[in-house]
């Protein structure tokens, strides 16, 4: 593809050596550590109007890997992760709009965006689903620090969870997100 180029790097401190017209991400800016530094970052190596559009979870009660499923295999429902970065740190369509203006982005809107979320799938889902929620997500901080013993039992609770979602062939989650969208403004 002539007209697309991928890098790795941090977009708050390294230059991207183009000036693109269009910014794209699929899940990954909640885990900017300073989003105002990221965004603004971004703004003042984008071209003119260039636009930006990016996903991000919306609340975890929201979206039932983080919340439901959870509270399923260990009794309540996890914490609020409150703002940091994370997989909830863009859920206040208010505090990302904000951080946008001020990072110079305008006719910022957010979409709210109902999905679902496959965890699983395959021969067996449910298993499928299980190792997956046992690497990522509230299910595995919780297991990662369980006794073997106690671990186990966990792990029974969070198959049966799971398996009220099953589909088929999948296990799917309702899931929700926003799907975000502004433009640059005029350079300072």
Do not use: K
């Not at 909640?30 to 971004?42: N, R, T």
């Not at 636009?51 to 309540?76: I, K, Q, W, Y």
């Not at 740190?89 to 679902?116: C, M, Q």
Request: hydrophobic share 50%; with cysteine; glycine share 8%.
């Amino acid at each position: 593809m002539p007209n697309a180029r991928f890098r790795v790097g941090d977009v708050a401190t390294e230059p991207f050596g183009i000036v693109p017209d269009l910014l794209y991400s699929r899940h990954g800016v909640m885990f900017f550590a300073d989003p105002l530094a990221a965004f603004a970052a971004i703004r003042r190596q984008a071209a003119p109007g260039a636009r930006l559009v990016f996903s991000c979870f919306r609340a975890a009660r929201d979206n039932a890997f983080a919340h439901e499923v959870p509270a399923a295999v260990f009794g309540t429902p996890p914490d609020d992760p409150g703002i940091t970065p994370g997989p909830f740190a863009f859920a206040d369509r208010d505090r990302v709009g904000a951080i946008l203006v001020a990072a110079g982005w305008r006719d910022a809107v957010a979409e709210p965006v109902d999905f679902d979320y496959i965890a699983g799938e395959g021969a067996d889902p449910v298993a499928d689903a299980v190792d997956f929620l046992s690497r990522i997500g509230p299910c595995a901080r919780g297991l990662a620090n369980a006794a073997d013993g106690e671990r186990m039992r966990l792990v029974a609770r969070l198959t049966a969870a799971l398996a009220r979602y099953r589909s088929d062939n999948r296990v799917i989650l309702p899931a929700a997100a926003w799907l975000w969208r502004a433009r640059a403004g005029e350079r300072s």
